[in-house]
Structures are given as structure tokens and as C-alpha cells.
């Protein structure tokens, strides 16, 4: 296959997006970072990550690194040993036709877009990411990165989140501005809190995840990078092609069977970084092993009717990671007998329409009927439904009466906003509050004072 076809299929829906245009995909694009962001494992989640989303969309990519040589700190998608290995081998299986350089400082390339990592890097580039425990930034001028505790890895991965994003941005010329995210309780601005400075290995139990595609695969990545010791069992019939390596941090074209192999299972992917996952390549609704009890379900598909059966199962907890028109990245949460079903959720929202993993487009010259998608959108709904585990693990899920958080992308304004919903009047998967409360009994979470107090919930 040549370069040409290569692109045609992987980017179809990316350059889409761009309305036919593929020019700003080939515009070149840097990332600086000196030892403060080289020799830690945050830094190294920035860079790595960064690395992991700019190739799937940049194809002129730049890596000017202090110290390229350093030990890999963060766990390998491409068995690299040092820093500078596992970036070049990473853009280079992400996209063979792509240019890709990995060097020290002085490495000079003529970019439209320069991204700095940390403190100790040149005062004359565009952007700067940095972050202070689940916080990350995006600054006009130098921010410092965390080091190695787990909530620095939640905010370095944001962070890259945020530069992969204004990386995009600037080279469809939209307007980027500074941002403060926490990927603790998923706000902006003063509001974003910075989270615990110690939490936990991540354990939410048995858990059920329903779809291994673009969200599906970010939740893995993250979980995988993050530290997790749950138990997953993970459903999907489906296989790799082309045109997911464009969004999914886990896919690569080789996962897809190019340029003359046969295309591997989606959950065969994720087992390549989670081998004590379970897989199952089947669908939902043909999974026997979908019968049993797990402690929390991800339900990140919506094929073959399956938002109706999962709400049918009244598990305690169930969440769901989406991207939605304009730029959108989204949580649902639905704790059974206080938050609306899977199935009234996904009736409900019109405006915007959520599907898992894609994006309707949204241009200036009209409405498209053609599905895109973005790395950095998908990556974020991943964060988030990690993030809610997270809080789910130490407790502090649940307590409010939100049990929506979107993320949009493409506002100059605060990024952050929240909803609440409910069921439909007569919604007919409701088991009564017996059944529901017997099927409780069985998962970690009975007795639970968020699950069982279904009054207390504090407002906003």
C-alpha cells in the first residue's frame, strides 16, 4: 500500500473533520523538554502520551529532548529502553509513512506549532504543559511538571490531553486558549482541585467493560499506565481496522491487518498491555459470561441494542465514556435506583448526540452527515471514566446529585459543565427496589452509604 492510500483510509474521517483539507496534518509540529520532564515518570507520561496522540493526526513530528537517552520510566507500547527509543518506534509504528525525529536540544526544525514541557525549556515557544497532582496545565508561558506520585500521572496525562489538542487547533487556526483542568473532580479554572497527593493502587473489584474500541482502549491505556489491579473481563466481537488507528491510543495498522495480514480482534489488542484481562470476542447479547455479577460495568458500546440490555441488568454501578458533537468529551454515571438508566440517558440527549469513540462534525459551512474523530477526545473520555473508578475505589463517588461532566474542547470558555438526569416517566428496565437491592448483595458495594442513602446526595 502506498503512502498515499495509507493516509486515504487511516485519515478519512480526520481529514473530514478538516473539511477535505489535509494540509494540517502535514504542517510541522515540535515538542521540547529538558530534565525535568525527561527524567521523571510524569514527564515521561507527557511525552510519551503526547507522542501516543500527535502521530495518529500530525505526520511532520518533532521530539527535541534533553535527555532522549533516559531510562524509560512509563510502561512500553513498543519495548523502547530509553525515552527517545520508545517515542521514535512509537510514531513509526503509529504511521510508517510519517516523519518522525527524536533528538537533543539543538535539534532545529521549522515548526507551525511548539510545545514545551516543564520549566527548563526555551522561553519563545507557543504552548507549555505542566501539572501539580490531578491538575494539568496549558500555559502561554513555563509550568512546571509532578513527579511519580499516582495523582502527578493523572494530570501529566491530561496535560498531554491539553497539547495534543492545541496542537491540532492551531493548525486549523482555531482559537486556543489557556486552560486549567483537574482530572480529579473534572473541572476548570479556581475550581479544579488538585485531588489527594497519595491515593491508592486503583481496585473497583470484578468489572465488566462492554466495547473495546476508541473509549475502551483509552480506559485500558490509562489503567495500564496508571496502576490497576481490578479484575476486568472485556466484550467485543469486533476487529481492527485502518481508520480506528486514527483515535485509538491502543490500535496500531499492524492490529489492522496492513498492509497484507489478517486484522487482529480489538480485545486481543487490549491483552498486548493488560494480560490479566479476560477477553471475550463476542458480542454483548452472545456473551454468556456477561450473565454473571461484576462489581462495575463499562458500557462503551452501543451496537446491536446493547444500551438496552445492559440497563435491563440493574447493576449497582454503571458508567459510560462518550464524545459528542462540538468537540465533546463525556462521563455518564448511573448508580442503580438514583441516576437514570443507560437507556433513557443516551434517549434523552439530542443536543449533543453521543456516540462512543466518534464525532458528528461540526463546521462553519453546515451541518455534515459524516462521522470524524479525534485521538485527544477519545483519550479524555477514557481519563474520565478512570478517574471516576478512582474516586469510586476511595470513596468519594457518588456523593453528589451531578451524574453527567462534559469536557469541550473547542470553547474559549470554561471548558467545564455538569448535568443531572433522570429516567423517563414509565421507564420499564426498573426492577423493583428488592431485586435491585438483592443483586447489590453480591458486588463489594453493599452497605455502601453512597448506594444505599439514595437521599443524601448533595446538590450541584
Request: hydrophobic share 40%; net charge neutral.
Amino acid at each position: 500500500m502506498t503512502a498515499a492510500r495509507f493516509y486515504e483510509e487511516r485519515d478519512r474521517r480526520t481529514v473530514e473533520y478538516l473539511i477535505g483539507n489535509s494540509s494540517p496534518l502535514m504542517l510541522p509540529v515540535s515538542v521540547h523538554a529538558g530534565d525535568d520532564a525527561c527524567l521523571t515518570k510524569a514527564g515521561q507520561m507527557v511525552l510519551v502520551t503526547l507522542a501516543n496522540q500527535m502521530a495518529r493526526v500530525h505526520r511532520n513530528l518533532h521530539f527535541a529532548l534533553r535527555s532522549p537517552e533516559a531510562r524509560l520510566l512509563t510502561n512500553p507500547l513498543c519495548r523502547g529502553r530509553t525515552l527517545g527509543e520508545e517515542i521514535e518506534q512509537l510514531c513509526g509504528r503509529i504511521d510508517p509513512f510519517g516523519s518522525f525525529t527524536v533528538g537533543g536540544p539543538s535539534l532545529q526544525s521549522r515548526s507551525s506549532v511548539a510545545v514545551g514541557v516543564g520549566l527548563d525549556v526555551s522561553a519563545n515557544l507557543n504552548w507549555y504543559l505542566g501539572n501539580e497532582r490531578f491538575i494539568a496545565r496549558l500555559q502561554r508561558s513555563r509550568c512546571p511538571v509532578g513527579e511519580d506520585s499516582t495523582g502527578d500521572l493523572f494530570g501529566a496525562g491530561l496535560a498531554a490531553v491539553l497539547g495534543a489538542s492545541a496542537a491540532f487547533k492551531n493548525g486549523m487556526g482555531v482559537e486556543t486558549v489557556p486552560t486549567v483542568l483537574s482530572a480529579w473532580n473534572l473541572n476548570t479554572g479556581d475550581d479544579a482541585a488538585p485531588g489527594p497527593s497519595n491515593v491508592p493502587i486503583l481496585n473497583v473489584g470484578r468489572g465488566l467493560m462492554v466495547g473495546a474500541g476508541a473509549v475502551g482502549s483509552a480506559v485500558m491505556y490509562w489503567l495500564a499506565h496508571l496502576g490497576d489491579v481490578s479484575d476486568w473481563t472485556v466484550v467485543d466481537a469486533d476487529v481492527v481496522k485502518l481508520h480506528n488507528t486514527n483515535r485509538c491510543l491502543l490500535f496500531f495498522p499492524d492490529d489492522a491487518g496492513w498492509p497484507d495480514r489478517i486484522p487482529r480482534s480489538k480485545v486481543s489488542c487490549i491483552g498486548t498491555v493488560r494480560d490479566d484481562v479476560t477477553p471475550v470476542r463476542q458480542w454483548y447479547h452472545e456473551a454468556d459470561a456477561c450473565a454473571d455479577i461484576f462489581d462495575v460495568n463499562l458500557i462503551l458500546a452501543n451496537d446491536h441494542h446493547v444500551r438496552t440490555l445492559v440497563s435491563s441488568r440493574n447493576d449497582p454501578i454503571q458508567l459510560q465514556g462518550t464524545t459528542g458533537q462540538s468537540w465533546l468529551s463525556q462521563l455518564h454515571r448511573h448508580i442503580v435506583g438514583r441516576d437514570d438508566c443507560v437507556r433513557c440517558r443516551m434517549d434523552d440527549i439530542k443536543d449533543p448526540a453521543l456516540i462512543c469513540g466518534e464525532v458528528p462534525l461540526d463546521v462553519s459551512d453546515g451541518p455534515s452527515e459524516t462521522d470524524a474523530a479525534l485521538p485527544f477526545l477519545t483519550a479524555a473520555a477514557g481519563l474520565m471514566v478512570v478517574s471516576a473508578l478512582l474516586r469510586l475505589h476511595v470513596g468519594e463517588f457518588g456523593r453528589r446529585r451531578v451524574n453527567t461532566w462534559r469536557w469541550d474542547f473547542r470553547t474559549t470558555q470554561a471548558m467545564t459543565s455538569f448535568g443531572t438526569h433522570r429516567c423517563h416517566d414509565g421507564c420499564s428496565t426498573k426492577l423493583p427496589s428488592s431485586v435491585r437491592r438483592e443483586i447489590a448483595q453480591n458486588t463489594r458495594w453493599v452497605g455502601s452509604r453512597w448506594l444505599n442513602s439514595l437521599g443524601s446526595a448533595k446538590p450541584g
